[in-house]
Structure formats: C-alpha cells, structure tokens
C-alpha cells in the first residue's frame, strides 16, 4: 500500500462505541478492532473488524457498515439496480476497471496486515476482499465501507455515497439511552 492509499488510523472503540454498534445491529457486535468511521451524527458507522473471529472463523469484511440508516439507503440502491449498472460501466471502462482494481489491492493488502498483527494467517484466496471486488459489484455496503473508511480509494464506494441522502440528518440512528451500557470492552470478540 502506498502512502496515499492508508486507510486512516485506527481509533479504538470506547465502551460507547461498543454500546452504540449493539444497538445499530441489535445484537453484539463481533471482532470489532475499531472505528473507521464516524457518521456527521458522531456516532460510529463503519467499524473495522478482525479478519477472523476468536474462533478462526474468516469475517466476511473488514469494514463493516453499521448504522441502519445508511444500510437501508444502501439496500434501496441495490434494489434499484445500481450495482447491475455499476457491473456493466466496470466491464466497458478500462480506467474504472484500474481504479477499482487498485481499491481491491489495497483492500487485500490492509487485510493482510490486519491478519499480520493479529498473528493470524491470512484469509484464503477468494475471501481475501470483498463487494465483488475486483470483477464485479455485489455488495454496495461493503464498497461504501470502504471508501467511508479509505477516502478516495473505491470508486464504486463513493459512487453510491454520492447517490445516497443524508441518513443522519434526523439524527442519531440510535438513542443514547440504548448505548448506555458498558459491559462490552473494545476489541473483545462482540
């Protein structure tokens, strides 16, 4: 990964966090290692996650959507056809191919460190990134996840942000009566 392609630091979950992200999901979040991004409400959106659970199980992505508000906006995109079309502009257009090639390299390449640190090995061939990249849109909310937590790096990921409205602009997603509990610690599995 080049300098240009970092991801931005990795800030630790609080215990709010934790809390916030249970209630997004309605239920425990799992292998959490921190916040990758914050919704303009100050909340947690995306968070960046293991590349395997305490158990060894491979997690399907490393940066994981969180709020619902954006999920479903993201959900109505892909009902819409969105990534149909997204796959048919990446068959046809050479520089978006690159472009969305090179978001897929340093996806891979971050998982790969991310593996590194936690003294895991790496995720097999095939489970190695996600959203279809590199040859195909499947999955809006993982490439929104990315470039949420990546700016600049996925095309396809600021495309849909640029399609989607402001989900925060009613507010938290969640009440802060539903993040007041800190029974969960960053970082423990959930």
Not at 56 to 74: K, N, V
Not at 95 to 105: M, P, V
Not at 147 to 174: H, I, M, Q, Y
Request: with cysteine.
């Amino acid at each position: 990964m080049t300098s240009a392609e970092q991801p931005a630091p990795e800030e630790r979950a609080t215990d709010a966090d934790i809390a916030a992200v249970e209630a997004q999901l309605g239920r425990p979040p799992r292998g959490v290692r921190g916040v990758a991004h914050r919704c303009p409400c100050g909340l947690p959106d995306v968070v960046r996650t293991a590349p395997r659970l305490e158990d060894g199980t491979p997690f399907p992505t490393t940066y994981y959507l969180t709020c619902p508000r954006a999920a479903s906006a993201i959900g109505t995109l892909e009902a819409g056809g969105l990534m149909r079309e997204m796959t048919r502009r990446l068959d046809s257009d050479p520089e978006l191919r690159a472009a969305y090639r090179k978001a897929h390299d340093s996806y891979v390449a971050e998982r790969a460190e991310l593996a590194r640190a936690d003294g895991v090995p790496p995720l097999p061939e095939g489970m190695q990134s996600a959203g279809g990249m590199p040859t195909r849109v499947k999955c809006l909310h993982a490439l929104v996840g990315h470039e949420l937590a990546s700016p600049g790096t996925n095309p396809f990921g600021r495309e849909a942000l640029d399609a989607l409205p402001e989900w925060w602009a009613k507010g938290p997603c969640v009440h802060a009566e539903e993040t007041t509990d800190t029974t969960a610690t960053p970082g423990d599995g959930k």
